[in-house]
């Protein structure tokens, strides 16, 4: 199963576009919030599984805070990264969030909201993943990211890609 993760799109579709057409064909497209309303044009028309969460910059009710998703023997917390069960959520406070996540029976988080990557797998297996920012890159060197995840049962590949300008 091929999975597509992108955050912090901020409207910019050209980029979401480029991705989108670059990494077809992918099973499920997860999008880490602050895609901001219009982008949804984009990413409604396709045939994947579509998951997105609201981010501090996705104003009304369109999509939940966080969403559980399945691919295939993993489960992941995705959430922006702002804010978890009308908590203030400082992301320093990693710890707190994955025994969250666990007491969901999940093995994953997938957050975004910082605009920098992170990937990190824990002693016992439990993934943490930022694809960064298709837009606004906060990292040192400022690259546009995205990450592709290649799931076989409970095995994952995470690769960070970068956007070529």
């Known amino acids: 199963m091929k999975v597509l993760v992108v955050s912090d799109t901020h409207r910019k579709n050209a980029w979401l576009r480029q991705i989108m057409e670059d ?21 409604v028309q396709g045939n994947y599984e579509l998951r997105i969460v609201s981010g501090n910059c996705d104003y009304g009710n369109l999509y939940p805070l966080y969403q559980i998703v399945k691919m295939e023997e993993r489960t992941a917390l995705v959430l922006h990264g702002h804010t978890y069960e009308n908590h203030y959520l400082p992301i320093n406070n ?72």
């Open 23 to 43: 990494e077809a064909p992918f099973d499920i497209l997860i999008h880490a919030g602050d895609m901001e309303a219009d982008a949804q044009i984009e990413l």
């Open 94 to 165: 990693m710890e707190w969030l994955v025994a969250q996540a666990k007491n969901k029976k999940c093995d994953m988080i997938i957050y975004g909201h910082t605009h920098v990557p992170d990937y990190r797998v824990l002693d016992d297996g439990f993934i943490i993943l930022n694809p960064g920012s298709l837009t606004l890159p906060r990292q040192s060197g400022f690259e546009k990211t995205y990450a592709v995840l290649e799931v076989n049962g409970k095995e994952v590949t995470v690769t960070r890609k970068n956007i070529e300008e």
